[in-house]
């Protein structure tokens, strides 16, 4: 399917090598628009203030975890019809429907392939085209 | 508790110190000795909840040594910028330097990828126009640069895989700091239990009950394993069907 390579994604990760990491595989991707973020705390603020499209967020972080993250952009009129991918290491049943509940689009759990982060993206797109 | 694997065995000196009392109170018994042989009585009781104290005094220490005589080889120290890891630190500093290093290694691999990854693909581009440019005119050519297209595409793609292998440090980053935050609370909640526990002999009639001074222990490998997260981790297409059943 064809994706809006020019949407503009925020991702959040609190370790450099996973944002460093989903961000190449985005540029694989053709996505180019890309901003980088280390907490939920510093990434609300940018979503608050920017033009973001597309929210792709890990859950554990120190200052504000990804849930809350999660749960305070569907709770803002301005951002709650974002689209938003939690991708995260945490994987067990109680927290996936957690993060269902609180409103993600679609979850990955790490480790993860650059072929189902895309395909996971198609997914979110595809939904959102209904 | 697990059975102790190290040169002190608390439950041995209880069993002797118990034997002891035995044998004093069946002395008494024997000598008509009432008086004494309650006194042995309550010493024997008190046996009974020293032991529970000590047990709880040698846990807290083996984990206290554990802790302080953590360390990172010397190869480690060396990678480190960090001057200061000449002295035994906490474990846990230590593990937040192993999560340091490895960050430092996944960064020097990121910022190598960042570098080479764009040269690749500038070499596919290149060889792609160029086999065009000769497919009509030199057909042989154009298979050799054919070739050397597929080969670039190969680098690309195991560049890619590079790239995914950092996620290591990630997941074993994660996995250290719980890791620590079970450590500083178990030795939290053992000294806790020790200070409730000593509180609570101190409100009692002091009933004296001798065992070695805790300070004086060997590195204990009595330790508690700590109970682990029933729950299991779910397979990312167990993930998906289960989002599939919330509507997702």
Same mark, same amino acid.
């Given at each position: 399917?064809?994706?809006?390579?020019?949407?503009?994604?925020?991702?959040?990760?609190?370790?450099?090598?996973?944002?460093?990491?989903?961000?190449?595989?985005?540029?694989?991707?053709?996505?180019?628009?890309?901003?980088?973020?280390?907490?939920?705390?510093?990434?609300?603020?940018?979503?608050?203030?920017?033009?973001?499209?597309?929210?792709?967020?890990?859950?554990?972080?120190?200052?504000?975890?990804?849930?809350?993250?999660?749960?305070?952009?569907?709770?803002?009129?301005?951002?709650?019809?974002?689209?938003?991918?939690?991708?995260?290491?945490?994987?067990?049943?109680?927290?996936?429907?957690?993060?269902?509940?609180?409103?993600?689009?679609?979850?990955?759990?790490?480790?993860?392939?650059?072929?189902?982060?895309?395909?996971?993206?198609?997914?979110?797109?595809?939904?959102?085209?209904? | 508790?697990?059975?102790?694997?190290?040169?002190?065995?608390?439950?041995?000196?209880?069993?002797?110190?118990?034997?002891?009392?035995?044998?004093?109170?069946?002395?008494?018994?024997?000598?008509?000795?009432?008086?004494?042989?309650?006194?042995?009585?309550?010493?024997?009781?008190?046996?009974?909840?020293?032991?529970?104290?000590?047990?709880?005094?040698?846990?807290?220490?083996?984990?206290?040594?554990?802790?302080?005589?953590?360390?990172?080889?010397?190869?480690?120290?060396?990678?480190?910028?960090?001057?200061?890891?000449?002295?035994?630190?906490?474990?846990?500093?230590? *593990?937040?330097?192993?999560? @340091?290093?490895? &960050?430092?290694?996944? /960064?020097? +691999?990121?910022?190598? %990828?960042? !570098?080479?990854?764009?040269?690749?693909?500038? *070499?596919?581009?290149?060889? @792609?126009?160029? &086999?065009?440019?000769? /497919?009509? +005119?030199?057909?042989? %050519?154009? !298979?050799?640069?054919?070739?050397?297209?597929?080969?670039?595409?190969?680098?690309?793609?195991?560049?890619?895989?590079?790239?995914?292998?950092?996620?290591?440090?990630?997941?074993?980053?994660?996995?250290?700091?719980?890791?620590?935050?079970?450590?500083?609370?178990?030795?939290?909640?053992?000294?806790?239990?020790?200070?409730?526990?000593?509180?609570?002999?101190?409100?009692?009639?002091?009933?004296?009950?001798?065992?070695?001074?805790?300070?004086?222990?060997?590195?204990?490998?009595?330790?508690?394993?700590?109970?682990?997260?029933?729950?299991?981790?779910?397979?990312?297409?167990?993930?998906?069907?289960?989002?599939?059943?919330?509507?997702?």
């Amino acid at each position: 399917m064809s994706l809006p390579l020019d949407v503009k994604i925020l991702v959040v990760d609190d370790f450099e090598s996973m944002r460093r990491i989903v961000k190449q595989v985005l540029n694989d991707i053709g996505f180019k628009d890309i901003t980088l973020a280390d907490d939920g705390a510093t990434a609300l603020p940018l979503l608050k203030n920017g033009d973001f499209g597309f929210l792709i967020t890990d859950w554990n972080m120190p200052q504000m975890e990804g849930i809350d993250l999660v749960k305070a952009v569907r709770a803002d009129p301005r951002l709650k019809g974002m689209p938003i991918l939690m991708v995260t290491a945490e994987a067990k049943r109680e927290q996936i429907i957690q993060a269902a509940q609180a409103g993600v689009n679609d979850y990955i759990v790490k480790p993860f392939t650059p072929d189902t982060l895309k395909a996971k993206i198609e997914k979110v797109f595809a939904g959102l085209a209904k | 508790m697990t059975k102790n694997t190290g040169t002190f065995d608390p439950e041995k000196i209880i069993v002797e110190r118990l034997q002891q009392k035995c044998g004093e109170l069946t002395s008494c018994l024997v000598n008509m000795d009432v008086a004494g042989a309650f006194s042995v009585i309550e010493h024997i009781n008190a046996t009974k909840e020293e032991s529970i104290y000590y047990g709880l005094g040698m846990l807290a220490r083996g984990l206290h040594t554990a802790i302080t005589n953590f360390e990172v080889d010397d190869f480690g120290k060396a990678y480190l910028a960090h001057e200061d890891t000449g002295a035994a630190a906490k474990i846990t500093t230590q *593990l937040d330097n192993v999560v @340091e290093m490895s &960050e430092q290694s996944a /960064r020097k +691999t990121l910022n190598i %990828l960042d !570098d080479t990854t764009p040269l690749v693909k500038e *070499l596919k581009e290149e060889s @792609e126009a160029i &086999e065009a440019a000769l /497919r009509d +005119t030199h057909p042989e %050519l154009a !298979d050799r640069v054919h070739k050397q297209h597929e080969r670039l595409s190969k680098i690309d793609s195991n560049l890619l895989e590079i790239l995914m292998a950092q996620g290591f440090q990630d997941l074993s980053g994660q996995a250290i700091k719980k890791v620590n935050v079970i450590l500083e609370g178990l030795q939290t909640d053992l000294l806790a239990l020790l200070r409730y526990a000593n509180q609570v002999k101190s409100m009692s009639e002091p009933v004296p009950v001798e065992f070695p001074a805790i300070g004086e222990l060997a590195d204990s490998s009595d330790v508690e394993e700590v109970e682990e997260d029933k729950q299991e981790a779910m397979a990312q297409d167990d993930v998906d069907d289960l989002l599939s059943s919330l509507g997702f």
